[in-house]
């Protein structure tokens, strides 16, 4: 109902900014709680960062707090993930996810989030 398509990652040095995309086809997620998420290899899936369909609401994991900053542009269908400071530790696939359409709600929870993009890689080297 809901295809994502995320863009934005490459390899990058420690300390560099970089800003990934997540684009909406067919159905747009404007009403949607908005995730992203990242998994780096051999590990689970990790939440990220989350916005509530009207934006009024954020949350961070504590490992990005501070440094990530999630956004979203419903009229344009697009969210986004500002990275800032990177770490070779943020090294991972990362994946945006559309899942609760409930005004305010924000989810950590892979589970609760109803559509998935195909992950980018971010490599962030020493």
């Known amino acids: 109902q809901v295809h994502l398509v995320e863009s934005g990652g490459g390899l990058v040095q420690t300390g560099v900014s970089l800003r990934l995309s997540c684009a909406a086809f067919?159905?747009?997620?404007?009403?949607?709680?908005m995730g992203w998420f990242r998994q780096a290899p051999g590990k689970q899936r990790e939440f990220v960062a989350t916005?509530?369909?009207?934006?009024?609401?954020?949350d961070y994991a504590d490992s990005v707090k501070g440094r990530f900053t999630i956004s979203r542009d419903n009229s344009n269908t697009a969210v986004f993930l500002l990275m800032n400071s990177l770490k070779p530790e943020d090294t991972a696939v990362y994946y945006c996810a559309a899942g609760p359409r409930t005004p305010g709600v924000v989810s950590t929870t892979p589970d609760e989030y109803n559509y998935w993009g195909q992950g980018t890689q971010v490599t962030v080297s020493i």
């Open positions: 916005i509530s369909w009207n934006g009024g609401r954020i």
């Open positions: 067919g159905r747009t997620f404007s009403t949607y709680t």
